[in-house]
């Protein structure tokens, strides 16, 4: 059975929207060198619908190692509205998120990656298909845009490690409890 891994960067004050205004300048050796390790232990990429749109948009243009991985993984996109996905390797899964999920996990291979904890990641945490989670945490207070989590939205996770960068991001590692 395959893992779902998500990988999150996370202001101190909980903002995870438009990370390329705020977490880049810290988006250092350490943390290429480990988001490429990620992409190599996984096989495919879960993407809801505005991460696709913008991912899409951004890395067929680009080169080096990490765009080439990227480019070449299978990608499956989760939407009810997007009619195409040109993007090498893309799928669009316009299904039930939980039940098409759990048929991805089921199937023999490596890890699947998710960016962010958008709502793709918070329907699969909600439904305990979340392996593990790693917050990549900015020593930035960003003071608005989107959150972590939505109002209501709650989680037991357990500290699997901790690391802190020389930039001085905190890399936390969590597994969710099962409800």
Same mark, same amino acid.
């Given at each position: 059975?395959?893992?779902?891994?998500?990988?999150?960067? +996370?202001?101190?004050?909980? +903002?995870?929207?438009?990370?390329?205004?705020?977490?880049?300048?810290? !988006?250092?050796?350490?943390?290429?060198?480990?988001?490429?390790?990620?992409?190599?232990?996984?096989?495919?990429?879960?993407?809801g619908r505005q991460t696709y749109q913008i991912f899409a948009g951004v890395w067929p243009a680009r080169t080096?190692?990490?765009?080439?991985? #990227?480019?070449?993984?299978?990608? =499956? +996109? !989760?939407?009810s509205t997007l009619q195409k996905a040109d993007w090498n390797n893309s799928t669009i899964i316009k299904g039930d998120v939980?039940?098409?999920?759990? *048929?991805? *996990?089921?199937?023999?291979? *490596? %890890? #699947?990656?998710? =960016?962010?904890?958008g709502l793709l990641g918070q329907t699969l945490l909600e439904h305990d298909l979340l392996d593990e989670i790693h917050f990549s +945490?900015?020593?930035?207070?960003? %003071?608005? %845009? *989107?959150?972590? !989590?939505r109002e209501g939205a709650m989680a037991n996770l357990e500290l699997v490690s901790a690391k802190t960068r020389r930039n001085g991001v905190v890399v936390l590692s969590y597994k969710p409890m099962k409800t």
């Open positions: 059975m395959r893992k779902i891994i998500e990988s999150t960067l +996370v202001s101190l004050d909980g +903002v995870i929207g438009d990370p390329h205004l705020w977490a880049m300048e810290r !988006f250092d050796d350490d943390a290429q060198r480990e988001a490429l390790e990620g992409l190599q232990a996984s096989d495919a990429m879960l993407l080096g190692a990490y765009a080439e991985r #990227l480019n070449t993984m299978r990608k =499956y +996109v !989760f939407s939980a039940a098409e999920a759990t *048929k991805l *996990k089921e199937q023999e291979g *490596k %890890g #699947l990656i998710i =960016y962010g904890h +945490v900015h020593p930035v207070l960003v %003071g608005r %845009g *989107k959150l972590l !989590f």
